[in-house]
């Protein structure tokens, strides 16, 4: 079964830059697409970056967009998501998601569209 693993959170100030790393175990080639996604209190989890394992294409929310890059390392059954410039609105619980889909556009986007999660890594970013 798939194990995901997220760390590198912490407690910022605007403009800081922070990476985010999702340690991967038991994946194999049905874990097709990886997200990332995010959660403030009261809020509904939100997407902010996705990709297909050997993909060319990486998805972003327009948030974060010129902003956050995620990357993956197959080596270490890794996916990173690297923040810059970070903003306060940035606030939340970052969970990185995985599932056999491959996942186009639109539905990278979504979700429900993803089998296996992470337990979170608290990000907050102070003015």
């Known amino acids: 079964q798939v194990q995901l693993v997220e760390s590198g959170g912490g407690l910022v100030q605007a403009g800081d830059s922070l990476t985010l790393s999702c340690a991967a175990s038991?994946?194999?080639?049905?874990?097709?697409?990886m997200g990332w996604f995010r959660q403030a209190p009261g809020k509904e989890r939100e997407f902010v970056a996705g990709?297909?394992?050997?993909?060319?294409?990486?998805y972003y929310a327009d948030s974060v967009k010129g902003r956050f890059t995620i990357s993956a390392d197959n080596a270490k059954n890794t996916v990173y998501l690297q923040m810059n410039r970070m903003k306060p609105e940035d606030t939340a619980v970052y969970y990185c998601a995985a599932t056999s889909r491959g996942l186009i556009l639109t539905t990278v986007r979504l979700k429900d569209e993803y089998d296996n999660w992470g337990q979170g890594t608290q990000v907050t970013v102070s003015s």
């Open positions: 990709l297909r394992w050997g993909g060319a294409n990486k």
């Open positions: 038991g994946l194999t080639f049905r874990q097709a697409t």
